[in-house]
């Protein structure tokens, strides 16, 4: 006997079916309120990741930490009066070298004004006031002349004609000195400024250089310092801790059409925790294989961002794999609307772990890592504690940020305690983040590079210029005196004209020729 469906089963399926697509509904709003919310904050609000929280009465979270307190000693007060300059307000004060040259002008009065008003006496000089600018003058070039006496012998001519040697130069019968050679170098990739640009500022001074020349120039030159740059690598690769990270340049097509993707790899290392050297490497694409390539011998600490990459070299037994807690607390900044309490004392974790960190690199090595198990371990081990929780209570939306947040944190998880237990270790990747910048805002001027040679070329010169810059060198002078000096040093000793190097040797040159 066939039963059919009353009107009561019908009315329950249809609640059924509502109450689904209520849900359903339910959480497409809220999704799409949450990505609103990022939206708007993206075109708005500010772009700092800094959360501020309100702790109230509770204090800082390293107050108690042990400081060690030198031992009192009796201090005499004195007591002077001292009167205080008075700032004038609205000038601007600026810095320069006391050996500037200085060029006088003397501005007099007329002759019929150096006569006094009242009595027609003659005035009578009784000082100068002097005001001093700073000024500049056009670029100035000039002409370099290798004068070569020629020799020959009068009873055996035979023998030819002798002449002293020519310096050594890096490009073969070039017209082009290496202080220019060096300063078109600094000009594109630590100024930015594209070739064409530094064409148009050349005509300026009557000096007329077609850009294809200084491209030749520029491939030339990164050719010849590629030596250099592969002793860098080594450097790089053999000291224990490096951090890496990468970035996408456009990268000119051979025919005709779009330019194609291509990235600049970063490796910081040489040494400690904020290493000296910036490594660039230019490759072609984003493929593993050329990360995995570089770094197939290296054995240490590594630190990075989530990239799948990253996280295949962390199942090497040589490698110490230490994620960025700074990319772990973007993704929480992100959240919006969702949760917020739960938000909040996630950043607060991190935000803690951070202060620790600052105070930590402000001591030794040894209380770096009574800090980070004593003070850092708990606070971590607590953030691991409370995601799990929270992920484990379920009714989260899969495709929502504070979903995917959770999830990004807790695949990191296992990762975060290696950087516990070596002194050089970070808890972020700032110091790769903060190397590649200079790389961002040059391709933003000069827009793509011209060829595989030419990205060759600029990861040559990145790697040496902003290795000058973060170790305070003058990279003019130090491109300048490596150019003159590359082809006749010794290949045994090249990590001699390695920056780090060549500043030691030049502070030590100064402190022998001074008084």
Same mark, same amino acid.
């Not at 320069?96 to 004004?113: H, V």
């Given at each position: 006997m066939l039963t059919h469906p009353t009107t009561t089963d019908k009315l329950q399926d249809l609640v059924r079916q509502q109450a689904q697509l209520i849900e359903q509904q339910s959480n497409q709003i809220a999704l799409l309120q949450e990505q609103l919310s990022w939206l708007k904050k993206q075109l708005f609000g500010a772009k700092s990741e800094r959360i501020v929280a309100d702790l109230g009465q509770q204090s800082l979270p390293f107050a108690e930490i042990d400081v060690v307190t030198p031992p009192a000693e009796t201090v005499e007060q004195v007591s002077y009066e001292r009167r205080k300059a008075v700032k004038k307000k609205g000038t601007d004060t600026i810095?320069?070298?006391?050996?500037?040259?200085?060029?006088?002008?003397?501005?007099?009065?007329?002759?019929?004004?150096?006569?006094?008003?009242?009595?027609?006496?003659?005035?009578?000089?009784?000082?100068?006031?002097v005001t001093r600018k700073l000024a500049r003058k056009a670029e100035q070039f000039f002409i370099i002349e290798y004068v070569r006496p020629k020799y020959a012998s009068r009873k055996a001519p035979d023998q030819g004609v002798v002449t002293a040697a020519l310096?050594?130069?890096?490009?073969?019968?070039?017209?082009?000195?290496?202080?220019? $050679?060096? !300063?078109? *170098? &600094?000009?594109?990739?630590?100024?930015?400024?594209? =070739?064409?640009?530094?064409?148009?500022m050349l005509?300026?001074?009557?000096?007329?250089?077609?850009?294809?020349t200084l491209s030749k120039w520029v491939l030339s030159l990164g050719a010849?310092?590629?030596?250099?740059?592969?002793?860098?690598?080594?450097?790089? $690769?053999? !000291?224990? *801790? &490096?951090?890496?990270?990468?970035?996408?340049?456009? =990268?000119?097509?051979?025919?005709?059409?779009?330019?194609?993707?291509?990235?600049?790899?970063?490796?910081?290392?040489?040494?400690?925790?904020?290493?000296?050297?910036?490594?660039?490497?230019?490759?072609?694409?984003?493929?593993?294989?050329?990360?995995?390539?570089?770094?197939?011998?290296?054995?240490?600490?590594?630190?990075?961002?989530?990239?799948?990459?990253?996280?295949?070299?962390?199942?090497r037994d040589t490698i110490q794999w230490c994620p960025c807690m700074a990319h772990v607390r973007r993704k929480f900044v992100e959240v919006e609307g969702a949760e917020p309490e739960l938000r909040r004392?996630?950043?607060?974790?991190?935000?803690?772990?951070?202060?620790?960190?600052?105070?930590?690199?402000?001591?030794?090595?040894?209380?770096?890592?009574?800090?980070?198990?004593?003070?850092?371990?708990?606070?971590?081990?607590?953030?691991?504690?409370?995601?799990?929780?929270?992920?484990?209570?379920?009714?989260?939306?899969?495709?929502?940020?504070?979903?995917?947040?959770l999830h990004y944190y807790l695949g990191l998880a296992p990762y975060f305690d290696n950087y516990l237990t070596n002194a050089d270790a970070r808890l972020d990747n700032n110091v790769a983040e903060r190397a590649i910048r200079p790389l961002t805002i040059g391709r933003k001027n000069w827009l793509f590079i011209g060829s595989e040679n030419g990205g060759q070329a600029a990861a040559i010169f990145m790697s040496l210029i902003q290795t000058c810059r973060h170790l305070n060198i003058n990279p003019q002078e130090y491109l300048e005196d490596v150019l003159r000096r590359i082809m006749s040093h010794p290949a045994k000793r090249i990590d001699d004209l390695l920056p780090d190097r060549w500043l030691v040797d030049r502070q030590e040159n100064a402190a022998e020729l001074s008084p």
């Open positions: 810095a320069y070298p006391d050996d500037l040259p200085i060029e006088r002008k003397l501005l007099d009065l007329p002759d019929e004004q150096k006569v006094c008003s009242s009595t027609g006496e003659p005035l009578v000089p009784i000082g100068e006031e310096p050594d130069t890096i490009i073969d019968r070039c017209p082009a000195d290496e202080s220019l $050679l060096a !300063s078109v *170098v &600094i000009a594109k990739y630590c100024d930015h400024l594209p =070739l064409y640009r530094q064409v148009q005509r300026r001074s009557d000096i007329q250089i077609s850009r294809q010849g310092l590629e030596p250099l740059y592969e002793a860098m690598k080594a450097r790089v $690769l053999q !000291s224990g *801790v &490096i951090f890496v990270d990468e970035s996408p340049v456009s =990268l000119q097509s051979e025919k005709k059409g779009p330019c194609k993707k291509a990235y600049m790899w970063i490796y910081a290392g040489g040494g400690g925790g904020d290493p000296p050297y910036r490594f660039f490497e230019f490759c072609t694409s984003r493929s593993h294989t050329h990360v995995e390539q570089t770094l197939k011998d290296y054995q240490g600490v590594l630190h990075s961002d989530k990239y799948a990459a990253y996280e295949k070299l962390a199942k004392r996630i950043l607060q974790k991190i935000r803690y772990l951070f202060l620790f960190e600052r105070v930590a690199w402000a001591r030794s090595p040894e209380e770096r890592l009574r800090i980070r198990k004593e003070k850092e371990k708990p606070i971590l081990d607590s953030l691991t504690t409370l995601i799990k929780e929270r992920i484990h209570q379920g009714g989260l939306l899969p495709k929502a940020k504070l979903t995917q947040a």
